[in-house]
T-cell receptor, first 113, second 112 residues
Framework: KAGVTQTPRYLIKTRGQQVTLSCSPISGHRSVSWYQQTPGQGLQFLFEYFSETQRNKGNFPGRFSGRQFSNSRSEMNVSTLELGDSALYLC????????????FGSGTRLTVV | KQEVTQIPAALSVPEGENLVLNCSFTDSAIYNLQWFRQDPGKGLTSLLLIQSSQREQTSGRLNASLDKSSGRSTLYIAASQPGDSATYLCAVGETSGSRLTFGEGTQLTVNP
């Protein structure tokens, strides 16, 4: 059974640019969540999508956005990149009832220079 | 706002020792609690999931307990091995289930 797949694994972007990260959940999982991990702030919740609808959102500026497609794949976009956006971005998927917890992908390491 | 604290922040033990990692949370109205392991530069690997109605879960050398009323969970690792060296993260699922709040983690080093 394939796990959660995140692409790309590594990205280097220049300040002011925008970036799109992709996440393919486990087959049959309809909930996809995104988290940002930095040394200073730890793991912070960005947003969660279920059946193409954003159901929950963390405390991040509007530069961070996401969407989910009908096949449950999700993308996250960050516009006008800042140096502080450098982080490991993790995607997690879960079944509808969350009874089985979350499965995380390997993450996308974003470096903003 | 849910807050999750993990103690200790770092732990170094000799191989073979039994150890306990602690996790506390401020809001007892949780959906579930999940323990993860993270190796440097990698994603999270789920170790154990405890539903809010459960008291403990076991997998191999790992045992996790949950006391909702006191807002505490512990992860017990028996007969530690160098391969157990990693950062262990506790995450509390809010009642809607759609959001996890993480602790800062415990960095474990098991010395041969």
């Amino acid at each position: 059974k394939a796990g959660v797949t995140q692409t790309p694994r590594y990205l280097i972007k220049t300040r002011g640019q925008q970036v799109t990260l992709s996440c393919s959940p486990i087959s049959g999982h309809r909930s996809v969540s995104w988290y940002q991990q930095t040394p200073g702030q730890g793991l912070q919740f960005l947003f969660e999508y279920f059946s193409e609808t954003q159901r929950n959102k963390g405390n991040f500026p509007g530069r961070f956005s996401g969407r989910q497609f009908s096949n449950s794949r999700s993308e996250m976009n960050v516009s006008t990149l800042e140096l502080g956006d450098s982080a490991l971005y993790l995607c997690a998927s879960s079944s509808r009832a969350f009874n089985y917890g979350y499965t995380f992908g390997s993450g996308t390491r974003l470096t903003v220079v | 706002k849910q807050e999750v604290t993990q103690i200790p922040a770092a732990l170094s033990v000799p191989e073979g020792e039994n150890l306990v990692l602690n996790c506390s949370f401020t809001d007892s109205a949780i959906y579930n609690l999940q323990w993860f392991r993270q190796d440097p530069g990698k994603g999270l690997t789920s170790l154990l999931l405890i539903q809010s109605s459960q008291r403990e879960q076991t997998s191999g050398r790992l045992n996790a307990s949950l006391d909702k009323s006191s807002g505490r969970s512990t992860l017990y690792i028996a007969a530690s091995q160098p391969g157990d060296s990693a950062t262990y993260l506790c995450a509390v699922g809010e009642t809607s289930g759609s959001r996890l709040t993480f602790g800062e983690g415990t960095q474990l080093t098991v010395n041969p």
